[in-house]
């Protein structure tokens, strides 16, 4: 049990980091991979099974939660790891990339934001404090600092406007914060795709001295390579001995090479959104089980898989229940891609520790770029 939040850098691998995140109620491996739990639920997952697969933290949505049950409700049922039974770390996002994707639906001034609720209509007020005493209400235990999220492309003007209203609204969070010791609260480096933007916003957020830092505003529309220059510019200017969590990534391969420049966290709902489009990420790429080629094949997804939904059921079931519309069939290609993410993070850590992650990374990029085994 750790009385603290504290991050310990343990080792590195050309850029790569391996380190932990140590607070109350638990250790968080990393670099990690956090399955998204918008509404207190890994869509289509038991927790159990999120927790087997190799999660040692979890992502909720502050938005969402707000608008139901209800961050009051959450407080009088015990808070968000008792209402959900997940006693592990929890992050909520601050609700700024809703801000961003609702903007038909929203009114953004100094103050914050005013909204219609996508769910029924009514107006609400999320100002940078509301945000902070919302994630306080959840109980989760990282809280991530309200911000403005542009999607790309946008105009240098908008994007710098958007930054520094973003710095401002970081003190503002920060203080509503206060001092919380096994807690922490990230601060958001924004500043799109204009690199002086980003440095800027990311030498007045290390002003603030947080838990921990996260680059937001990339994978909204942009390049990879635009991601990457990002990031590149971006963190040699964050402190080294504070976490780093790129918000929104992504695929396979943006994970690996956002862990070459030194990324610690990510989160994307790219895995279970995908399973329950019949889309499965393996070690040998991407596999579309709708195809017609699996309908009579009995070979599993990844027979050297440790999930049982890779391993033990065949692709001609996996065609079956997708293309049958079957929910179990979004259940099992869910369990199986996030299992497949939470491989790739331990062999990342594993090659990390051993001074060798180029070559885990030139290998795995090899057996992608391989595909997937013949048809039969």
């Not at 999320?126 to 999220?149: H, N, T």
């Not at 520094?164 to 609260?185: D, I, N, T, Y």
């Not at 943006?254 to 279970?272: E, H, N, R, Y």
């Not at 049982?308 to 099992?332: I, T």
């Amino acid at each position: 049990m750790h009385e603290k939040f504290q991050f310990t850098l343990k080792a590195t691998s050309g850029k790569a980091r391996l380190g932990e995140v140590a607070m109350p109620r638990g250790v968080i491996r990393t670099p990690a991979f956090m399955p998204v739990g918008t509404v207190g639920t890994v869509k289509a997952m038991y927790l159990d099974q999120v927790r087997e697969g190799g999660a040692d933290i979890i992502l909720g949505n502050t938005y969402h939660l707000m608008l139901r049950p209800g961050p009051e409700r959450v407080a009088r049922l015990g808070g968000l790891h008792e209402l959900i039974r997940w006693p592990h770390p929890i992050l909520t996002d601050s609700g700024g990339f809703q801000v961003m994707s609702l903007s038909g639906l929203r009114k953004l001034d100094e103050q914050g934001v005013t909204f219609k609720s996508h769910v029924d209509g009514s107006t609400h007020h999320m100002s940078p404090e509301r945000s902070i005493e919302i994630q306080g209400l959840l109980d989760s235990d990282i809280q991530m600092q309200l911000d403005e999220c542009v999607a790309l492309p946008a105009e240098p003007k908008e994007i710098e406007r958007a930054m520094e209203m973003s710095l401002r609204w970081a003190e503002r969070c920060r203080v509503a914060f206060g001092e919380q010791p096994g807690k922490a609260m990230f601060g958001i480096v924004q500043g799109g795709d204009v690199p002086e933007l980003r440095v800027r916003s990311a030498e007045g957020l290390k002003q603030l001295d947080l838990k921990g830092y996260a680059v937001g505003g990339l994978a909204v529309g942009e390049p990879q390579e635009v991601m990457l220059k990002m990031l590149d510019i971006t963190l040699p200017v964050l402190p080294t001995e504070r976490p780093r969590y790129l918000m929104g990534v992504g695929t396979p391969d943006d994970i690996l090479k956002s862990v070459a420049q030194g990324i610690d966290m990510f989160d994307c709902v790219m895995p279970t959104r995908s399973g329950r489009h019949g889309l499965a990420f393996t070690r040998r790429g991407k596999v579309n089980i709708r195809n017609a080629r699996h309908a009579e094949d009995m070979r599993p997804l990844d027979e050297e898989s440790n999930c049982p939904a890779s391993r033990d059921y065949s692709r001609a079931y996996l065609h079956h229940l997708v293309r049958s519309n079957e929910a179990l069939g979004g259940m099992l290609l869910s369990w199986n891609n996030l299992s497949y993410y939470q491989e790739l993070m331990q062999g990342i850590r594993k090659s990390i520790e051993e001074g060798r992650f180029a070559d885990f990374m030139a290998e795995t990029m090899e057996m992608w770029a391989k595909g997937d085994i013949d048809a039969r």
